[in-house]
């Protein structure tokens, strides 16, 4: 059974950073498509930042420069690094995986979000002005 368990959030002030985890656990397939995604009340669910198996990275408009994704493979975790964080990143932050994306580990990520099958159960992220 695939299971992701976020954690690291928390409150932090605007132009501080956080970290968040990703643990993975149960996932045996040999190709992995993971992204970072946040939810606000009321709005989409929008893809944040991209990973896959060929170790290529994909950021949103809004977080690029500022976020960094990364994955420790002797851990099986996935991170993501926020620094000069903003009042609009606040918001649930959720990680997901699946192993079908294939080359399209970007599109999957920022318009395609519901086809992933693995979810975690999202953390809160909140940046005070």
């Known amino acids: 059974q695939v299971q992701l368990v976020e954690s690291g959030g928390g409150s932090v002030q605007a132009g501080g950073s956080l970290r968040l985890s990703c643990a993975v656990s149960?996932?045996?397939?040999?190709?992995?498509?993971m992204g970072w995604f946040r939810q606000v009340p009321g709005a989409e669910r929008e893809g944040v930042a991209s990973?896959?198996?060929?170790?290529?990275?994909d950021y949103g408009y809004s977080v690029k420069g500022r976020f960094t994704i990364s994955k420790d493979h002797a851990k099986n975790t996935l991170y993501l690094q926020m620094n000069s964080l903003k009042a609009e990143d606040t918001a649930m932050y959720y990680c997901?995986?699946?192993?079908?994306?294939?080359?399209?580990?970007?599109?999957?990520?920022?318009?395609?979000?519901?086809?992933?099958?693995?979810w975690g159960q999202g953390i809160m992220v909140t940046v005070s002005s």
């Open positions: 997901a995986a699946d192993p079908g994306a294939g080359d399209n580990c970007d599109v999957w990520v920022f318009r395609h979000y519901n086809q992933f099958e693995y």
């Open positions: 149960g996932y045996t397939y040999s190709t992995y498509c």
């Open positions: 990973l896959d198996n060929f170790g290529r990275t």
